[in-house]
């Protein structure tokens, strides 16, 4: 299948948002220059990672607590409105119409009993799973299950009943439902079990998020190891830099770092071995 490489977008990027004194960078302009610069059939698979802020902005639109929309989310206020309107146009992926609907009818709200917020994540999981891109459905499949084990963990040590606080239904889920052991029996099948045990442990709440958070870069590393400028790289890069945008706004010291690393990241995936060449087009 014909692939899109972007070399001169990617090779780019350094130029464009760093320098070696100080660190200038804005979420938002980088989404933007995405935009611009991906294919269109491509940057649908982008908006699959930021549909994460729009979704925290549908919870903020439907308390009107408008003043705290994220500029990352796609969705304005008044495309909201339209939306869950007579006039709707059908702009919005459809489990946000399912969200709303269940929000919005009293009846089916006493049946929810979970927070909004774990609803509307399985909404979104069930939807982006959908992929058939094999980098994001293991990134996302990665992550469900990093979320999963955890809400098993913080369940069995509150003494509180997990099943319907799991999103959607796999292997990590019945084995969190029906297995006692510590580890919930998937030390082989899903050995990142034992680091998340180990993470949960530690007492410092940042702590805890950072070693997450290298985790989850870990397994950007492990999915885009054979990788060179094609959209996998793009999404990559993109989730590596919203990981460190939101630890710069938590952590600013924290979050130079992190772009420092992606910046080293980025230059040794220029060193390709001498028989690779580039087939395709480049952007």
Same mark, same amino acid.
């Given at each position: 299948?014909?692939?899109?490489?972007?070399?001169?977008?990617?090779?780019?990027?350094?130029?464009?948002?760093?320098? #070696?004194?100080?660190?200038?960078?804005?979420?938002?302009?980088?989404? /933007?220059?995405?935009?611009?610069?991906?294919?269109?059939? #491509?940057?649908?698979?982008?908006?699959?990672?930021?549909?994460?802020?729009?979704?925290?902005?549908?919870?903020?639109?439907?308390?009107?607590?408008?003043?705290?929309?994220?500029?990352?989310?796609?969705?304005?206020?008044?495309?909201?409105?339209?939306?869950?309107?007579?006039?709707?146009?059908?702009?919005?992926?459809?489990?946000?119409?399912?969200?709303?609907?269940?929000?919005?009818?009293?009846?089916?709200?006493?049946?929810?009993?979970?927070?909004?917020?774990?609803?509307?994540?399985?909404?979104?999981?069930?939807?982006?799973?959908?992929?058939?891109?094999?980098?994001?459905?293991?990134?996302?499949?990665?992550?469900?299950?990093?979320?999963?084990?955890?809400?098993?963990?913080?369940?069995?040590?509150?003494?509180?009943?997990?099943?319907?606080?799991?999103?959607? /239904?796999?292997?990590?889920?019945?084995?969190?439902?029906?297995?006692?052991?510590?580890?919930?029996?998937?030390?082989?099948?899903?050995?990142?079990?034992?680091?998340?045990?180990?993470?949960?442990?530690?007492?410092?709440?940042?702590?805890?998020?950072?070693?997450?958070?290298?985790?989850?870069?870990?397994?950007?590393?492990?999915?885009?190891?054979?990788?060179?400028?094609?959209?996998?790289?793009?999404?990559?890069?993109?989730?590596?830099?919203?990981?460190?945008?939101?630890?710069?706004?938590?952590?600013?010291?924290?979050?130079? /770092?992190?772009? /420092?690393?992606?910046?080293?990241?980025?230059?040794?995936?220029?060193?390709?071995?001498?028989?690779?060449?580039?087939?395709?087009?480049?952007?």
């Amino acid at each position: 299948m014909f692939r899109t490489y972007y070399h001169y977008f990617i090779a780019g990027l350094p130029e464009i948002f760093f320098d #070696d004194s100080e660190i200038s960078f804005r979420m938002p302009e980088f989404k /933007k220059e995405l935009e611009e610069n991906i294919k269109p059939k #491509d940057y649908k698979l982008l908006e699959l990672i930021f549909l994460a802020y729009d979704n925290e902005n549908l919870l903020h639109f439907l308390k009107e607590e408008f003043k705290q929309f994220n500029p990352l989310g796609k969705y304005t206020i008044a495309d909201f409105e339209i939306e869950f309107s007579d006039d709707r146009k059908n702009i919005l992926p459809n489990y946000m119409y399912q969200f709303y609907s269940i929000y919005k009818d009293e009846e089916q709200n006493q049946k929810i009993n979970r927070s909004w917020e774990n609803l509307l994540t399985e909404l979104y999981f069930d939807y982006v799973l959908q992929t058939k891109n094999s980098f994001l459905k293991q990134w996302f499949e990665f992550n469900q299950n990093i979320k999963n084990i955890l809400t098993g963990i913080n369940c069995r040590k509150f003494n509180l009943n997990p099943e319907r606080q799991l999103i959607g /239904k796999s292997f990590i889920t019945d084995s969190i439902l029906k297995n006692t052991s510590k580890d919930f029996g998937l030390d082989v099948e899903f050995p990142v079990v034992i680091e998340l045990l180990n993470i949960t442990e530690k007492d410092n709440l940042l702590t805890r998020e950072r070693d997450l958070d290298i985790l989850r870069w870990k397994k950007i590393d492990e999915l885009t190891l054979f990788e060179y400028f094609t959209i996998d790289v793009v999404l990559a890069f993109t989730i590596k830099l919203d990981i460190a945008y939101r630890w710069l706004l938590l952590d600013e010291e924290t979050g130079r /770092k992190i772009f /420092k690393q992606i910046i080293i990241d980025l230059k040794k995936s220029f060193e390709f071995p001498k028989e690779f060449t580039l087939n395709g087009k480049n952007r």
